[in-house]
């Protein structure tokens, strides 16, 4: 190895650097350990960014290194969400359960407690009886594996059957969604045993903390921010190195790199259950903040989103799919919340709320055909290092693949 | 770079509060927090309209406590997270004095853990599933036992049904619903084969196999009746297969629950005349008031819209927190609340509502057939019927109670004689 | 108590006229003021039956009035009359007796009658006696249908007295089935009965079912010998699949033949109310929490009496084995309930094979709706391999344009075969204008198609809703496309769905047509296999494009105004429709409409076949029918009918 890790990706070490300062900045001026100048409802938002942007990190090595274009990494997020909300949920009911028990004239046996834990529960969808897969719900430790095995598994489990019969392109897409939308809809469903349409709620408040929502905000933005640095200098690894080499020859002509001797199945498998792995610990983290899952979170649109945000803020970098998701989803909380001015035109008035879907749906058909470098292509102008000189021929069979030219360089 | 462009996408959002909260400080602020994007926009953005319309009446009185009341109107956009996110701005940034919102019950579920950590006040309009009695929360749509219940004995007592379809959308209101009136109806003496039910995916739209399943249900000889707390969208369809599979009313009735003017002004209703629907408020109710409100909301917002059910829960709810308010000389919460149990308010169908202990309401329950012009004919008026926030008919709730203002619980069990939470377990 | 009034009615029949009140029926319903005032179906049975046995001519008329709810209460007076709306708010009202008009009211002075429809069954059938001889056929029809709907044992008479004098063939024909149905619940002879269940029971009718079932109902019961003297359906043993062991207790129990179980509940109940000192039955309080503990505890509070002793299995074994269980007929005749069971044997089969007729027509049926709504995918992911996420966005636009033509177009015939070109027009536009602005620079990046195509969509998505609003606009079907085409009780469909069908196979001849027989459709596949090839061929594929694209889009918007007449028509329509589809479309073959068809096929029949095996949750037939569509793709990547050779491109 020539240069070290950190030499070969500078980007990563400015990546790192402005996190920090941002997190630190975010706390100085937070409600819980400032001065006070952010809400806590603005802080969650900035945490649960966060989250988005680790999640696009994950679809941008997915998608944007290896060419799979996932329609299904919000069902990971989501099922990361699910996981260590059963924890939050029962850990939480337990605690209030006991303490109304205890002021009974007879001691609870433990199975009357697991008794009125599930009445409380699963009462609001009719049931009284925790599942199966409620097994491991009183164990944090058990839960939080699971956040990472049950999500890991889904994916192993399809990417194999999926990669092994050589699907590609558009119909792994569309796979991807349909996986996505029979998750959602089993979810949906009351007998599913996660409560159905009304998910699981009330996550913000951790059970045994009673840390106001400004102090646990904080905690959470920390926690986000900390997992988000991570989770890029993983991604920034697997990209860096002789993986990342064969990854983009996977994105540019898979069969080329399949005739080269590599095991183009097993490398696409893992990146896919890494990925997912990536997106199930971005949920996990999402949800306690959002305070509420439900299985609409895991819709198809949701996955589409995603590929929205990398797509705008530029693939193929990591750091565009960061800013992607930053971008989108804070701009998309100040239209929807009616913050933006109106804009009158004389004879209508252009109110955000109603606008705002068409103004992206059009931005994003503009920047996919004359901007595919997305947001992360105007640090191109900023660096000085200037579009590549696309000229020569391609070396890929995709536009975006490159160029002799830029190959050399 | 993606920290800097986020702290300035969030400096411009917290600019933009930061001025509106500013603007204006000798307001009193209520909050709205109605989905007017999304799925459920359908609903709710006449809630909104509702609200407005009622703040602008308010302000044209004089205002509360000498002060102009402003609206504050955020968009949760059907997304259920969203909607804790609004109601802790909403109560936070802005500084509402209440809110009025929500019509799912997840996102009431949503928005209970913040209401009540930041003691806020939140007005629901919409008839629910009970089981449900936050401090923070007035209930002023019905609870099971002012809309199912009544509807079910209409079917025993009036119609003489001896056999039940129960379809629903499949979450958590027509679950428990069901599961009330299940218990309800076995207690009544009607035998578990004689209950069928079905649950359908939201927007369901292929009901020709449910219909024809209904109609065969009658092959032993017993009436069968339908209760549905099938919603939204999917009622189209629903109603539109019905009336295709030439099932009268007389033959097999339908009461709907979640089926209004509003809905109904989707369909041709030609063929539908006869089935039923049970709410408080109808808006062929034929008294002066209603008149005068439907006027002056066909005025508002044009001709062809309609008034229903939960738009008349949010003007009562309203008033009633305006006299509260009044009483109190204050909006504070917790003197508004003190000073809500036990206000009257008239009801648009005629008759008062009565603010329960239990933050729920006690009105009387209507009955109505559906017209050939979508509107309904009132045909069954019961006397008033306090809400009860915890069903007696399912053993676990059967021995609860809610009562706020003698006990300081929302969730008391009468046999051990405890409190079993203070705060919603959402 | 309708019954008991009925079985009056009869006798009371004989001597009508010769009872007839003489002062008219005012006073009858004075008499009962209160409760015809008050209209609940359970008190006001007596009030009917005065009203249907004064004999009085006009009480047909009354009754008649009274269930098209104009009868009016004057509030001054409590006097009742028929009304009729007069000018404003005012009614005109008429005396039933002299047939004279009392006046015009004020409708804040009357109260309206608004009998239930409970009521209204129980006045049709007081009116059966008058209207089945009724010169009218519509009133006679009436007569006949408040019979199927309460039938009662009391209008067997009147109702075979009327059949041969009954002009009508069709329904003398139904009187004759209903004389047969009333025969089997309550003809007093049991030949006569069993002889019609016999003649009946190859009748596919719900209301024949209706008849027999009640004959065969059993109740279960249990004693310590078999009683000889009742109809008895079976015995059962105690621990088989029909009476599970903890059932048969719980009879015993129910029957005060058994001492109850003591639950859990039970024991911490006891226990509580046992403590002492802080113990219970030696056991301190604090160690109660465990059942073990509190067995003990229990057993303790058992042998010094204060509690019942538990029920142990031997105490469960020793009261089964005491007495037998056994079901039995509510009907006391073995004759009638053995034809009835072998009838319904025979009709069950047969419900049993059209139930699985219906079944198909219903997957037949969903499968054409898919097959519309892919049709054009068909064409434009198909033929040209464009992903088009919009392409439910076109179903929309379709369905509003079929929406907003209503508007203009009173008449629905009319307005919905001007709504079919226009919808295409509307759409073709739509697609030609998206091709040529967005897709064509796209081309060689399909991914990025879906991308834009998806932004296109959220866009018209949000249009739709700012331009219409969110809530569901009414797009009616025209009168001659109502109701149902019925085969019998079991087996129906729709006009509208046959009419989705019927155009589903036209679209599909039309696509046949194109393709096969044109100059564009043969360009299109020139096109769609080598673009260079067939540009330097003289043909423009830029155009060719355009034009296919153009076409699928048109198709879109003609299956939204179809998809708009049977559901509903909403902004978010499309997005219902998209991924089913596309797996139409995938599962099917891409690149051939045959496939689509496959595919939709057997998207439609697999939906239903789920459905029917898991009746209650229709939710869960769509989860597995996408995990069916994953794992099928696993044995069949490129769908049903795959293309072969140099067609099949990639």
Same mark, same amino acid.
């Given at each position: 190895m020539e240069r070290s890790f950190v030499?070969?990706?500078?980007?990563?070490?400015?990546?790192?650097?402005?996190?920090?300062?941002?997190?630190?900045?975010?706390?100085?001026?937070?409600?819980?350990?400032?001065?006070?100048?952010?809400?806590?409802?603005?802080?969650? =938002?900035?945490?649960? *960014? &966060?989250? @988005?942007? #680790?999640?696009?990190?994950?679809? %941008?090595?997915?998608?944007?290194?290896?060419?799979?274009?996932?329609?299904?990494?919000?069902?990971?997020?989501?099922?990361?969400?699910?996981?260590?909300?059963?924890?939050l949920m029962y850990e939480r009911t337990r605690l209030i359960v006991v303490e109304s028990l205890s002021q009974a004239e007879i001691p609870p046996t433990s199975s009357e407690v697991v008794d009125a834990i599930g009445t409380q529960i699963f009462?609001?969808?009719?049931?009284?009886?925790?599942?199966?897969?409620?097994?491991?719900?009183?164990?944090?430790?058990?839960?939080?594996?699971?956040?990472?095995?049950?999500?890991?598994?889904?994916?192993?489990?399809?990417?194999?059957?999926?990669?092994?019969?050589?699907?590609?392109?558009?119909?792994?897409?569309?796979? =991807?969604?349909?996986? *996505? &939308?029979? @998750?959602? #809809?089993?979810?949906?469903?009351? %007998?599913?045993?996660?409560?159905?349409?009304?998910?699981l709620s009330g996550l913000q408040n951790l059970p045994g903390v009673t840390a106001s929502q400004d102090v646990v905000s904080v905690w959470f933005l920390w926690a986000s921010a900390f997992a988000l640095g991570l989770g890029y200098m993983l991604a920034a690894w697997v990209v860096s190195g002789k993986f990342g080499s064969v990854i983009r020859g996977i994105r540019d002509n898979e069969a080329r790199v399949r005739f080269l001797g590599y095991s183009v199945e097993v490398y696409k498998l893992a990146v896919f259950t890494l990925t997912a792995c990536i997106a199930a610990i971005a949920g996990a983290l999402y949800y306690p903040q959002a305070g509420i899952i439900n299985p609409e979170e895991m819709a198809p649109i949701a996955s589409i989103y995603l590929a929205v945000w990398v797509a705008i803020g530029g693939r193929g970098r990591l750091y565009g799919a960061v800013i992607g998701a930053a971008f989108v989803s804070l701009l998309s909380t100040w239209f929807t919340g009616g913050q933006a001015p109106d804009i009158p035109l004389g004879f209508y008035t252009i109110k955000w709320v109603d606008w705002w879907q068409v103004l992206l749906g059009v931005s994003f058909v503009l920047v996919t055909l004359f901007a595919p470098q997305g947001i992360g292509g105007l640090f191109d102008l900023w660096t000085n290092r200037r579009a590549p000189q696309r000229h020569g021929a391609a070396l890929g069979p995709d536009e975006s693949a490159l160029r002799e030219k830029e190959a050399t360089e | 770079m993606t920290s800097l462009k986020s702290t300035l996408a969030g400096s411009l959002v917290f600019a933009a509060m930061a001025t509106a909260a500013l603007a204006e400080e000798d307001t009193i602020k209520v909050g709205v927090l109605h989905s007017l994007s999304g799925t459920m926009a359908i609903s709710e953005t006449t809630l909104k309209d509702t609200m407005l319309m009622l703040i602008d009446q308010q302000n044209a009185k004089g205002g509360l406590l000498g002060k102009q009341l402003e609206a504050v109107v955020v968009d949760p956009a059907s997304d259920w997270p969203l909607f804790a996110e609004k109601a802790r701005e909403l109560l936070t940034v802005h500084e509402v004095d209440v809110i009025f919102g929500n019509w799912t019950s997840v996102s009431r579920k949503s928005v209970l853990p913040v209401i009540e950590e930041l003691n806020g006040l939140l007005f629901y309009p919409v008839q629910y599933e009970g089981e449900e009695s936050s401090k923070n929360v007035f209930y002023t749509g019905a609870a099971p036992n002012q809309q199912a219940i009544p509807a079910t004995d209409y079917f025993l007592d009036e119609l003489g049904v001896?056999?039940?379809?129960?379809?629903?959308?499949?979450?958590?209101?027509?679950?428990?619903?069901?599961?009330?009136?299940?218990?309800?109806?076995?207690?009544?003496?009607?035998?578990?084969?004689?209950?069928?039910?079905?649950?359908?995916?939201?927007?369901?739209?292929?009901?020709?196999?449910?219909?024809?399943?209904?109609?065969?249900?009658?092959?032993?000889?017993?009436?069968?009746?339908?209760?549905?707390?099938?919603?939204?969208?999917?009622?189209?369809?629903?109603?539109?297969?019905?009336?295709?599979?030439?099932?009268?009313?007389d033959d097999i009735p339908v009461v709907a629950f979640s089926v209004g003017e509003e809905e109904l002004s989707g369909l041709d209703t030609a063929n539908l005349v006869g089935h039923l629907a049970a709410w408080n408020y109808f808006q062929s109710a034929d008294t002066d008031v209603n008149a005068e409100f439907v006027e002056t909301w066909k005025a508002t917002m044009g001709d062809e819209r309609v008034t229903n059910d939960p738009m008349e829960a949010h003007y009562i709810g309203f008033n009633m927190w305006v006299n509260a308010a009044t009483e109190a000389g204050s909006t504070e919460v917790d003197d508004v609340r003190a000073a809500m149990y036990g206000q009257e308010f008239p009801n648009l169908t005629g008759g008062t509502a009565v603010m329960l202990p239990n933050h729920h309401l006690a009105k009387p329950v209507l009955i109505g057939e559906i017209q050939e012009d979508g509107q309904f004919d009132i045909i069954s008026e019961t006397d008033v019927v306090p809400g009860d926030a915890w069903t007696d008919f399912l053993p676990e709730s059967a021995v609860l109670i809610s009562d706020w203002k003698e006990l300081g619980c929302g969730m008391y069990n009468t046999e051990t004689k405890t409190c079993v939470q203070t705060l919603s377990n959402y | 108590m309708l019954r008991l009034f009925l079985a009056g009615l009869a006798i009371l029949c004989a001597c009508l006229t010769a009872n007839a009140q003489e002062g008219g029926l005012q006073p009858i319903l004075q008499e009962h003021q209160e409760i015809i005032a008050k209209s609940s179906r359970k008190t006001i049975g007596p009030a009917i039956e005065a009203i249907a046995s004064s004999g009085l001519p006009q009480a047909q008329v009354m009754l008649e009035t009274w269930a098209a709810k104009n009868v009016w209460m004057r509030k001054s007076d409590g006097l009742f009359f028929a009304g009729k709306k007069g000018e404003g708010r005012s009614y005109e009202l008429t005396d039933f007796d002299t047939g004279e008009i009392v006046g015009t009211f004020e409708k804040s002075d009357l109260k309206q009658l608004k009998p239930n429809s409970g009521i209204r069954a129980m006045i049709g059938t007081a009116l059966v006696q008058f209207q089945l001889t009724d010169p009218d056929r519509a009133k006679r029809l009436a007569a006949l249908t408040s019979i199927q709907r309460d039938p009662e044992g009391a209008l067997l008479e009147p109702l075979r007295a009327s059949i041969d004098e009954e002009p009508d063939a069709d329904l003398k024909a139904q009187k004759q089935r209903l004389e047969r149905l009333l025969t089997i619940g309550y003809d007093e002879d049991t030949a006569a009965r069993v002889a019609a269940i016999e003649e009946m029971s190859d009748d596919l009718g719900v209301d024949v079912r209706a008849a027999l079932n009640p004959l065969v109902v059993t109740r279960l019961q249990t004693a310590t010998d078999l009683p000889s003297d009742v109809n008895i359906a079976g015995v059962l043993q105690p621990g088989s699949d029909d009476l599970s062991r903890d059932a048969a207790y719980d009879l015993l129990v129910a029957s005060d033949l058994a001492a109850p179980r003591v639950s859990a509940d039970d024991i911490r109940a006891a226990l509580a109310a046992n403590i002492d000192g802080g113990r219970v039955g030696g056991v301190p309080v604090a160690q109660l929490n465990s059942d073990a503990a509190r067995a003990q505890a229990y057993a303790a509070l058992a042998e010094a009496g204060t509690v019942p002793a538990l029920i142990t299995q031997t105490d469960i074994d020793a009261a089964l084995g005491a007495h037998v269980f056994f079901e039995t007929y509510a009907e006391p005749s073995g004759e009638v309930t053995a034809a009835a069971e072998k009838a319904l044997e025979q009709i069950e089969l047969k419900v049993g094979l059209n139930q699985t007729l219906d079944l198909t027509l219903d997957a037949i049926s969903l499968a054409s709706i898919y097959f519309l709504a892919a049709i054009g995918l068909a064409i434009t992911f198909g033929v040209m391999g464009v992903i088009n996420m919009a392409h439910g966005e076109f179903i929309m636009m379709g369905a509003y344009t079929g929406y907003v033509v209503q508007q203009f177009i009173p008449d629905h015939t009319l307005s919905i075969i001007v709504a079919i070109p226009m919808a295409f027009a509307v759409t073709f536009a739509m697609g030609v204008a998206m091709e040529r602005l967005v897709i064509r620079w796209l081309y060689s990046r399909p991914l990025e198609t879906l991308l834009a195509t998806f932004g296109i969509s959220i866009a018209l998505q949000q249009l739709a809703k700012n331009i219409f609003g969110t809530q569901a606009r009414p797009l009616t079907a025209p009168g001659w496309l109502d109701g149902a085409w019925v085969l019998n009780d079991v087996v129906s469909i729709s006009y509208i769905r046959i009419a989705i069908f019927v155009l589903a196979m036209i679209f599909l001849g039309l696509f046949l047509y194109i393709m096969k027989r044109t100059r564009l459709g043969l360009e299109m596949r020139a096109v769609t296999q080598n673009p260079r090839m067939a540009g330097s061929m003289g043909i423009n594929p830029g155009r060719v494009n355009m034009l296919t694209f153009g076409l699928g889009s048109g198709i879109a918007g003609i299956a939204g105004v179809a998809i708009g007449l049977f559901a509903k028509v909403t902004s978010d329509l499309g997005s219902d429709y998209i991924v089913?589809?596309?797996?139409?479309?995938?599962?099917?073959?891409?690149?051939?409409?045959?496939?689509?068809?496959?595919?939709?096929?057997?998207?439609?029949?697999?939906?239903?076949?789920?459905?029917?095996?898991?009746?209650?949750?229709?939710?869960?037939?769509?989860?597995?029918?996408?995990?069916?569509?994953?794992?099928?793709?696993?044995?069949?990547?490129?769908?049903?009918?795959?293309?072969?050779?140099?067609?099949?491109g990639d």
């Open positions: 030499a070969k990706n500078p980007s990563v070490l400015v990546f790192l650097a402005i996190l920090s300062l941002f997190t630190l900045g975010v706390t100085v001026l937070s409600e819980g350990f400032g001065i006070g100048v952010i809400s806590t409802s603005f802080v969650k =938002t900035l945490g649960k *960014t &966060l989250c @988005l942007c #680790l999640i696009a990190v994950a679809m %941008d090595l997915v998608w944007g290194f290896t060419g799979i274009l996932s329609l299904g990494h919000f069902a990971f997020f989501g099922l990361g969400g699910y996981m260590i909300g059963m924890w009462g609001v969808v009719g049931s009284s009886e925790f599942p199966l897969i409620w097994a491991f719900s009183d164990s944090l430790f058990l839960q939080l594996a699971l956040v990472v095995l049950v999500p890991g598994l889904l994916a192993l489990i399809f990417g194999w059957l999926a990669f092994r019969s050589r699907v590609t392109g558009v119909y792994l897409s569309i796979l =991807t969604q349909a996986m *996505t &939308l029979a @998750l959602a #809809l089993y979810l949906f469903q009351n %007998d599913s045993g996660l409560r159905g349409n009304n998910g | 001896e056999k039940f379809a129960l379809l629903g959308t499949d979450y958590v209101y027509p679950r428990t619903t069901n599961n009330i009136l299940e218990s309800y109806l076995k207690g009544k003496g009607i035998a578990d084969e004689d209950i069928f039910v079905n649950y359908t995916p939201f927007g369901h739209s292929d009901w020709s196999k449910i219909v024809a399943d209904v109609v065969a249900l009658g092959a032993d000889g017993k009436k069968v009746g339908v209760i549905s707390t099938i919603n939204g969208d999917a009622n189209i369809g629903f109603y539109k297969e019905l009336a295709a599979a030439g099932v009268s009313a | 089913q589809s596309f797996m139409t479309v995938v599962v099917g073959g891409v690149g051939n409409i045959w496939g689509a068809l496959a595919g939709a096929g057997m998207i439609g029949f697999l939906q239903k076949g789920i459905e029917w095996m898991n009746p209650s949750n229709t939710l869960a037939a769509q989860t597995y029918m996408i995990i069916f569509i994953i794992i099928f793709i696993q044995f069949r990547p490129r769908g049903i009918i795959a293309l072969k050779g140099r067609a099949a």
